[in-house]
């Protein structure tokens, strides 16, 4: 069983960088796509990004250009860089771990409990 924490949220402010870190216990990541989601106050959680587990990486159209996954699998580690942060990015993100590299959340079998980014002047 995999455990996955996040971190790195942050209040910023538009314009602004930050990058969240997912550490994996219990197995090793470099067997699993890892994905990024996001869940925004009322809103449906959505699909940001994933990689695969031989680093394919693959981006929600909102998000290209912006947003840098990338994996250390020595560190069991993956991250998400965001750049140019705007305030409609605000929500709890979250990363999540599937058998196969998908961007549907229902594929995903182990979650961590969410990093809070909040985007605001």
């Known amino acids: 069983q995999v455990q996955l924490v996040e971190s790195g949220g942050a209040l910023v402010q538009p314009g602004g960088s930050l990058r969240l870190s997912c550490v994996a216990s219990?197995?090793?990541?470099?067997?699993?796509?890892v994905g990024w989601f996001r869940q925004a106050p009322g809103k449906e959680r959505e699909g940001v990004s994933c990689i695969s587990s031989d680093g394919n990486t693959y981006y929600a159209d909102s998000v290209k250009g912006r947003f840098t996954i990338s994996r250390d699998n020595i560190k069991n580690t993956v991250y998400l860089q965001i750049n140019s942060l705007k305030p409609e990015d605000t929500a709890v993100y979250y990363c999540a771990t599937a058998r196969w590299t998908t961007m549907t959340e229902g594929e995903y079998d182990y979650w961590g409990q969410g990093t809070q980014v909040t985007v605001s002047s």
């Open positions: 219990g197995e090793t990541l470099d067997a699993y796509a």
